[in-house]
């Protein structure tokens, strides 16, 4: 099957410092990327949709000052939490449907802990 | 409003026996079905999915799931359980197709006892 990897996949940072995630498309071209994120024994709630060569799209609630996405490329997405603070401790999850599979590719997830 | 429920958060089963997960999701119309498993310091994998057609799907590792349109459920079954299927299963739901995002359940954590 696809792969879609995610880099680091621990994080543990001080509070205000900004941390990027990234999320990768191994063997296949993403034009559209997801990010979740996944508090502690719950569900995994959609954030953003990240658009190659256009701006993400924020699900309602998520701050996009905060949550920035950067679609570098067909193989590339960027999160960035910046000015991280303990509450956005959480894990991070992002996806990558493959055309003509009807299916999306989970990247293992980002463990991000800030102190 | 459109949701994924569910309702079990915690089940443990014997080794052997029989499993059923309930899924129901409230969508106006038919949408994309899918059970994802998740293990501890992995990633998502696909059980499997539902789209059209045959209501009773079949996945990997032994689970199936049936779709009921009347009772707006796609509950994921598996006859014979095994140690190594404790972990979090998750409903989810694509209301526009398998293509886009996906609404997850709050997940159902399984406990295996030997």
């Known amino acids: 099957g696809a792969v879609v990897s995610q880099h680091p996949s621990r994080v543990i940072c001080k509070s205000g410092t900004s941390v990027k995630i990234e999320c990768r498309s191994l063997?296949?071209?993403?034009?559209?990327m997801f990010w979740y994120r996944q508090f502690p024994k719950q569900s995994l709630m959609l954030m953003a949709t990240?658009?190659?060569?256009?701006?993400?799209?924020?699900e309602q609630g998520v701050e996009k000052d905060k949550f920035l996405i950067n679609h570098a490329s067909l193989t590339l997405s960027t999160l960035t939490v910046t000015s991280a603070h303990p509450e956005d401790s959480s894990f991070y999850i992002c996806s990558a449907p493959r055309q003509g599979s009807d299916e999306q590719f989970f990247g293992p997830g980002t463990r991000l802990t800030v102190l | 409003a459109q949701s994924v429920t569910q309702p079990d958060i915690h089940i443990t089963v014997s080794e052997g026996a029989s499993l059923e997960l309930r899924c129901n999701y409230s969508y106006g119309a038919t949408p994309y079905l899918f059970w994802y498993v998740q293990s501890p310091g992995q990633g998502l994998q696909l059980l499997l999915k539902?789209?059209?057609?045959?209501?009773l799907v079949q996945g990997i590792k032994g689970f199936e799931a049936e779709f009921k349109r009347s009772q707006s459920s796609f509950n994921l079954r598996k006859p014979s359980v095994h140690w190594s299927d404790a972990a979090e299963y998750f409903c989810a739901v694509a209301p526009s197709g398998g293509y886009n995002k996906l609404i997850f359940g709050a997940g159902t954590r399984l406990a295996v006892h030997p």
């Open positions: 539902y789209f059209s057609g045959d209501t």
């Open positions: 990240s658009n190659e060569g256009s701006k993400a799209t924020y």
């Open positions: 063997d296949f071209q993403a034009t559209t």
